[in-house]
C-alpha cells in the first residue's frame, strides 16, 4: 500500500499541506474508509491484507518516520503514557521525505 491511504481525499501522490488524514484518538494513521471501505469501523487493512495472502501474495503498507502534524496540532495524546503528540515531536523541522509530519525529538 503506497503513499496516500490515510487522505480520504487524495487524488494523486502529491502531499496537500493541509490535508484533513484519517487518525485515531492517539494520531496514529488510520486506512481513510472512503477509499477503503473495509477498513470502516475501525477494521484496518486486515480484510484486505486477509483478501491478498489468500492469494499467496504479501501485503506492506508505505509509512514514513515522524508524527503526523495534525495529531501535533491536536494534542492527541500518547498511548501508554502522560504525553502529547507535541512532547515528541520536534516541531522546529519537517520531515525530508514526508511534509505531513514533524520529525522526532
Known amino acids: 500500500m503506497d503513499i496516500q491511504w490515510y ?4 487524488t494523486g501522490f502529491d502531499y496537500r499541506k493541509d490535508a484533513k ?3 485515531d484518538e492517539y494520531g496514529r494513521l488510520l486506512p481513510a474508509p ?3 471501505p473495509s477498513a470502516a469501523d475501525g477494521g484496518g487493512f486486515k480484510a484486505l491484507a486477509d483478501y491478498i ?5 504479501k501485503f506492506g503498507i508505505h509509512m514514513m518516520r515522524g508524527i503526523p502534524r495534525q495529531a501535533v ?5 500518547d498511548p501508554g503514557s502522560s504525553a502529547h503528540a507535541a512532547d515528541i515531536a520536534d516541531t522546529n523541522q519537517l520531515s525530508m521525505e514526508w511534509r ?6
Do not use: D, S
Not at 496540532?73 to 495524546?77: E, G, I, N, T
Open 7 to 10: 487522505e480520504p481525499n487524495a
Open 21 to 23: 488524514l484519517t487518525m
Open 34 to 36: 472512503n477509499r477503503f
Open 53 to 57: 495472502h489468500a492469494r499467496g501474495l
Open 73 to 77: 496540532a491536536a494534542k492527541h495524546a
Open 100 to 105: 505531513h509530519v514533524w520529525r522526532w525529538i
